[in-house]
């Protein structure tokens, strides 16, 4: 089962926008709305920040939000703050009822 | 609030057994189906297995099947992982998550802070 592809690193500056994609195929990203993304700082348990493609959980900051297309995902953070330097992974179903993580994507804020 | 707290972790031997534990608080068992997810030092997440609310459904990635067995005692409240067969690169932090529905899904809102496993002679 290969891993769905994401940048290994991706950084911005405070107050910047930043785009991680989650790059799958027809029988994960692209065949399913069921899509998530995780925030994980070091020695912590995964945080969930979208859901469903473009959810938030509630008490999850509105400068998280998640896309679609064809079998890329993504997760925007906008107005980029120091908290946010963390790793990232994208989530989704796949056909054969398995689930599949990305790589993980390191954001880094400069 | 939602609390897992894994146990079970240590040290074995290539080819050995070992069984993990997940026990829960804090909502209705039964109502979520859960999963063991694992992450090597310094590497990112693998899902292991899922195990549907009422157990009749069981996933599992290529990596494990065969050599892992997922349950659940919805009574006690208790997410198990049974691994056989260890082998070295099944060495990592091993988490248990709920998910926020009664089947598999990639929506996991709740997760514990992991027990690790050493495989190694």
């Known amino acids: 089962q290969s891993a769905l592809t994401q940048p290994a690193s991706v950084s911005g500056s405070p107050g910047q926008s930043i785009t991680i994609s989650c790059t799958g195929t027809?029988?994960?990203?692209?065949?399913?709305?069921?899509v998530s993304w995780y925030q994980q700082h070091p020695g912590k348990a995964p945080k969930l920040i979208i859901y469903?493609?473009?959810n938030r959980p509630s008490g999850v900051s509105n400068r998280f939000s998640g896309s679609k297309s064809g079998n890329t995902a993504s997760l925007t953070i906008s107005g980029l703050r120091n908290e946010d330097e963390a790793d990232y992974f994208c989530?989704?179903?796949?056909?054969?009822?398995?689930?599949?993580f990305g790589g993980g994507t390191k954001v880094t804020v400069l | 609030q939602v609390q897992l707290a894994e146990s079970g972790g240590g040290v074995v031997q290539p080819g050995r057994s070992l069984r993990l534990s997940c026990a829960s608080s804090?909502?209705?068992?039964?109502?979520?189906?859960l999963h063991w997810v694992r992450q090597a030092p310094g590497k990112g997440l693998d899902w292991v297995a899922a195990?549907?609310?009422?157990?009749?459904?069981?996933y599992y990635a290529d990596s494990v099947r065969g050599r892992f067995t997922i349950s659940r005692d919805n009574s006690r409240k208790i997410l198990s992982l049974q691994m056989n067969s260890l082998r070295p690169d099944d060495a990592a932090k091993y988490f248990c998550?709920?998910?926020?529905?009664?089947?598999?899904?990639?929506?996991?809102?709740?997760w514990g802070q992991g027990t690790l496993l050493t495989v190694s002679s």
């Open positions: 989530n989704s179903f796949r056909t054969s009822d398995t689930l599949v």
């Open positions: 027809s029988d994960d990203v692209g065949g399913y709305s069921d």
């Open positions: 195990i549907s609310s009422d157990g009749n459904f069981k």
């Open positions: 804090g909502f209705t068992f039964s109502q979520y189906a």
């Open positions: 469903d493609v473009d």
């Open positions: 998550a709920r998910d926020e529905s009664d089947y598999a899904s990639s929506r996991w809102a709740s």
